[in-house]
């Protein structure tokens, strides 16, 4: 079966420093979304790419978040600097067209901030 | 404004009963879609499936069925003699387009815990 691929699984960090979270789609989808989910929040969109343009990064901070899809076979997403309350688990998902098809999400990247 | 309302955020039953989970939408758009993912203990996201607005038929997949009606915006899902492995977080989720038009968006609900008992 096809996969959304995330890198790394688990992320453990300090305070103040610089987070990189990778995100490999399945070939040949043209949409990606990452989401953030946390007990308090549940999940929420963070930023969303078709045909590798951002179309919406409305949800995330944009002083400290980034994202980027610097080739259509990865997505990342940076946290710089990083702080306590970024520590969530973060997904990436991707699909084909405008949803008729569905979306895979990858197994998400569980970021610790201490 | 688009929302997908999980009303029930957890739920208990034994194993072998039937169990209904509930979900309610709001969405401007006339096209959209909406989708059922599963969330066990693991922490993987995995899709169950996915329903167009102009498709109203209701769908059965083995113990699943899922009852859209678009009169009151709600699209349940339905487990059938309920098992242990059933036991996991379900989101509904709606994908509509955004305000200016140009590309659709995907909102989750809050998710409703599932807890099968054996």
């Known amino acids: 079966d096809a996969r959304v691929t995330q890198t790394p699984r688990h992320k453990v960090t300090e305070m103040g420093q610089e987070v990189t979270m990778r995100c490999q789609p399945i070939?040949?989808?043209?949409?990606v979304f990452w989401y953030r989910q946390t007990m308090m929040q549940g999940l929420e969109l963070l930023a969303y790419?078709?045909?590798?343009?951002?179309?919406?990064d409305s949800g995330m901070p944009k002083d400290r978040f980034s994202a980027e899809m610097p080739d259509a076979t990865l997505a990342t997403l940076k946290i710089q600097p990083s702080e306590p309350r970024d520590s969530a688990v973060y997904f990436c998902?991707?699909?084909?067209?405008?949803?008729?098809?569905?979306?895979?999400f990858g197994s998400g990247t569980r970021l610790t901030v201490v | 404004a688009q929302k997908v309302t999980q009303a029930q955020t957890e739920i208990s039953v034994v194993e072998k009963e039937d169990v209904t989970l509930d979900c309610v939408y709001e969405?401007?758009?006339?096209?959209?879609?909406l989708f059922w993912y599963k969330q066990p203990p693991s922490g993987e996201l995995v899709f169950l499936i996915r329903?167009?607005?102009?498709?109203?038929q209701n769908e059965i997949s083995g113990r699943y069925s899922w009852n859209f009606q678009k009169s009151t915006s709600s699209f349940n899902f339905t487990i059938t003699a309920s098992q242990v492995v059933d036991s996991a977080v379900y989101f509904c989720?709606?994908?509509?387009?955004?305000?200016?038009?140009?590309?659709?968006?995907?909102?989750f609900g809050s998710g409703t815990q599932l807890t099968v008992l054996p």
């Open positions: 070939l040949g989808h043209n949409t």
């Open positions: 790419f078709r045909n590798r343009a951002p179309l919406d």
């Open positions: 998902a991707s699909g084909l067209g405008q949803g008729q098809y569905g979306y895979t």
């Open positions: 969405t401007r758009d006339t096209t959209y879609y």
């Open positions: 329903r167009n607005s102009f498709d109203e």
């Open positions: 989720a709606l994908s509509d387009l955004i305000s200016s038009g140009s590309a659709r968006q995907l909102t």
